[in-house]
C-alpha cells in the first residue's frame, strides 16, 4: 500500500506555543490530503482538506486561523497549531487520496500532541 | 452529510473464533466503505474495502458484505487470532468527497 510519514511522532509543548507536524506521501504526488483529530477513545474527526497550491478547506467549527495548514508540494503538506492550549491535546493523523480511486485513503502513523 | 453507525462499541471473542461488526450509512449516494484497523498509537490501516457494485469481498480471513438496500455493510472476520485484537472503523465515501466513520469496535481476541 501506499506510504504516508508524519513527523514527529510525538511532542509535548508548553500551552501558548506553536507546534508544526509535517505529512509526507512517500511514493506518491498527492494533489489531496487530509487532516484528522482523534480523542482518546473516540473516532476520527476530520478538520481541513489540503490542496495543494490552493487554501484548506476547513470543516464547521475547526478554526483556521489556529490550525494552520499548508500543502506547498506535492509530497508535503505541513499543519500548524498555534497558540496551543491542554484541550487541543489529541492525536493527529493525515492521509492522502490514491492514485487508482480518488476515495480511498491511505493514512499517516500520527501525532500524539500533548500540550502542558 | 453522512452518518455512519457502528455495533458493536466492544467485542470480545474467544481465539478461533468469528467476529462480525457491522455499520450502517444514511447516504444512498455513497459508493465505497472502507475498513480500518487501528492499533494502539498509531494511525488506521486499511484493511479491506468494498464498492458499490459489489455486494461481497474476501480477503483470506477477512470478509466484507454491502447491502445497498437496506443500507448495511459488515466485517467478518474468521478464525480470530490475538494479534487481530485492535479498534476497527467502518467508513462510508459519501458524494461530498468525504469519508465519515463510524464510532469504533474494540476487539479483543481472548487466548
Known amino acids: 500500500g501506499a506510504v504516508v510519514s508524519q513527523h514527529p511522532s510525538w511532542v509535548i509543548c508548553k500551552s501558548g506555543t506553536s507546534v508544526k507536524i509535517e505529512c509526507r506521501s512517500l511514493?506518491?504526488?498527492?494533489?489531496?490530503m487530509f487532516w484528522y483529530r482523534q480523542f482518546p477513545k473516540q473516532s476520527l474527526m476530520l478538520m481541513a482538506t489540503?490542496?495543494?497550491?490552493?487554501?484548506?478547506?476547513?470543516e464547521q467549527g475547526v478554526e483556521k486561523d489556529k490550525f494552520l495548514i499548508n500543502h506547498a508540494s506535492l509530497t508535503l503538506s505541513t499543519l500548524t497549531v498555534t497558540s496551543a492550549h491542554p484541550e487541543d491535546s489529541s492525536f493527529y493523523i493525515c492521509?492522502?487520496?490514491?492514485?487508482?480511486?480518488?476515495?480511498?485513503?491511505?493514512f499517516g502513523p500520527g501525532t500524539r500532541l500533548t500540550v502542558l | 452529510g453522512e452518518n455512519v453507525e457502528q455495533h458493536p462499541s466492544t467485542l470480545s471473542v474467544q481465539e478461533g473464533d468469528s467476529a462480525v461488526i457491522k455499520c450502517t450509512y444514511s447516504?444512498?449516494?455513497?459508493?465505497?466503505f472502507p475498513w480500518y484497523k487501528q492499533e494502539l498509537g498509531k494511525g488506521p490501516q486499511l484493511i479491506i474495502d468494498?464498492?458499490?457494485?459489489?455486494g461481497e469481498k474476501k480477503d483470506q480471513r477477512i470478509a466484507v458484505t454491502l447491502n445497498k438496500t437496506a443500507k448495511h455493510f459488515s466485517l467478518h472476520i474468521t478464525e480470530t487470532q490475538p494479534e487481530d485484537s485492535a479498534v476497527y472503523f467502518c467508513?462510508?465515501?459519501?458524494?461530498?468527497?468525504?469519508?465519515?466513520f463510524g464510532a469504533g469496535t474494540t476487539v479483543t481476541v481472548r487466548a
Open positions: 492521509s492522502y487520496s490514491g492514485v487508482i480511486a480518488a476515495n480511498e485513503q491511505f
Open positions: 511514493d506518491f504526488q498527492a494533489t489531496t
Open positions: 489540503s490542496n495543494e497550491g490552493s487554501k484548506a478547506t476547513y
Open positions: 447516504d444512498s449516494a455513497s459508493n465505497y
Open positions: 468494498i464498492r458499490s457494485n459489489v
Open positions: 467508513a462510508a465515501f459519501s458524494n461530498d468527497y468525504k469519508l465519515s
